[in-house]
């Protein structure tokens, strides 16, 4: 068999793929059990959905199309947190290694795809071997979006708070800006910790916590816009993003004349937005987003009903549990970027 090797989650039994079974294609060799899919996606979660799953499903459905927008406007990569974290050192890695040598690549919560764009392409898919989950049911506007996916890559419809069903484990496993959308972040970062092979990489980036009233502003208005609908959570956070677009528009700044320690406010001048959007209130709006794109980002924030956010060294408790030995790390405003490497099974 080839690179994945996907199991029953009945049985634990290898699964094939019958294409002359067109409903349920992906057939137990054990057990009588088959799963939803195609030939390079497998849905094991099925009818069954969540909240976070319907959200994910519109945010990066086609409806939307971020990773088309992502590919169209590349400069709009810079402008997200990813950027200035690790993230593109170790794509560069990985690419390096996939142009010359098998290595193999699990990307937990793939999302809209941002990473199998980074690292799919004519020169790598030859080697690389990348397996993509998430719970979402958009999973393949991604292999429509990427030309040579179909070489070297799977999807597969699966909560990552559990261990991926498949028999092989990664060289690395990635999960970018995701964990913290899981009910138990420590417990889904085991279950990706389990994935790798012993001398291989795991590498997360997660929420950072904020100022005392971001912190209570934010919790309040996700507990009423994520109990909404979809289509209205969506609607209602275009008000942050026209919020965030008419505060941008004042020019004068803001001088503080001293330290505020309770409010996490170090002294100094400010843009109003600035301001309110780091310790007072998320209203994001960015002139390379849009309107549309701007709204995404406040609607990823306020609708998904888990959104925890950590201190630096919450996530190192979380590498030494694992023994993973921390190797790079970084803290930015919004979010950390912690990378080890696990040295034993």
């Known amino acids: 068999m080839t690179f994945p090797t996907f199991v029953c989650q009945n049985c634990g039994g290898p699964l094939a793929y019958k294409a002359e079974v067109p409903d349920r294609p992906w057939c137990c060799f054990a057990c009588p059990s088959t799963y939803l899919g195609n030939a390079h996606l497998i849905d094991y979660l099925g009818a069954n959905g969540t909240q976070t799953s319907d959200h994910y499903s519109h945010q990066w459905g086609d409806g939307l199309g971020f990773l088309d927008f992502i590919k169209k406007r590349p400069a709009v990569k810079s402008v997200m947190p990813s950027a200035r974290l690790g993230w593109d050192d170790l794509f560069g890695r990985i690419r390096d290694r996939a142009i010359r040598e098998n290595v193999s690549v699990y990307d937990a919560a793939c999302g809209f795809g941002g990473l199998a764009n980074e690292l799919i392409n004519e020169q790598t898919a030859n080697y690389l071997q990348y397996v993509g989950a998430d719970i979402h049911r958009s999973l393949d506007t991604i292999r429509d979006e990427l030309p040579d996916f179909d070489r070297c890559g799977s999807l597969?419809?699966?909560?990552?708070?559990?261990?991926?069903?498949?028999?092989?484990?990664?060289?690395?496993?990635?999960?970018?800006?995701?964990?913290h959308h899981t009910p138990d972040p420590a417990k889904s970062f085991a279950s990706l910790c389990a994935m790798v092979k012993p001398q291989g990489t795991v590498a997360i980036s997660v929420y950072n916590k904020k100022s005392i009233c971001r912190e209570a502003s934010d919790d309040a208005l996700r507990s009423v816009v994520s109990r909404m609908p979809v289509d209205s959570a969506f609607e209602v956070c275009r008000q942050f993003s026209d919020l965030g677009?008419?505060?941008?528009?004042?020019?004068?700044?803001?001088?503080?004349?001293?330290?505020?320690?309770?409010?996490?406010?170090?002294?100094?001048?400010?843009?109003?937005?600035?301001?309110?959007?780091?310790?007072?209130?998320?209203?994001?709006?960015?002139?390379?987003?849009?309107?549309?794109?701007?709204?995404?980002?406040?609607?990823?924030?306020?609708?998904?009903?888990?959104?925890?956010?950590?201190?630096?060294?919450?996530?190192?408790?979380?590498?030494?549990?694992?023994?993973?030995?921390?190797?790079?790390?970084?803290?930015?405003?919004?979010?950390?970027?912690?990378?080890?490497?696990?040295?034993?099974?």
């Open 245 to 345: 677009k008419a505060l941008q528009k004042i020019e004068e700044k803001v001088v503080i004349a001293s330290d505020l320690p309770l409010l996490g406010i170090s002294r100094g001048e400010y843009h109003v937005q600035e301001l309110i959007y780091y310790y007072f209130l998320k209203c994001f709006y960015n002139d390379e987003f849009g309107d549309r794109y701007s709204t995404l980002v406040n609607f990823d924030w306020y609708h998904p009903g888990f959104a925890y956010r950590y201190s630096p060294e919450e996530i190192e408790c979380w590498f030494r549990d694992n023994d993973i030995e921390i190797l790079k790390r970084m803290t930015i405003d919004v979010q950390h970027y912690f990378e080890g490497i696990k040295r034993h099974e």
């Open 156 to 179: 597969v419809r699966w909560d990552i708070s559990n261990p991926l069903p498949i028999a092989e484990k990664f060289e690395y496993v990635l999960c970018r800006a995701s964990l």
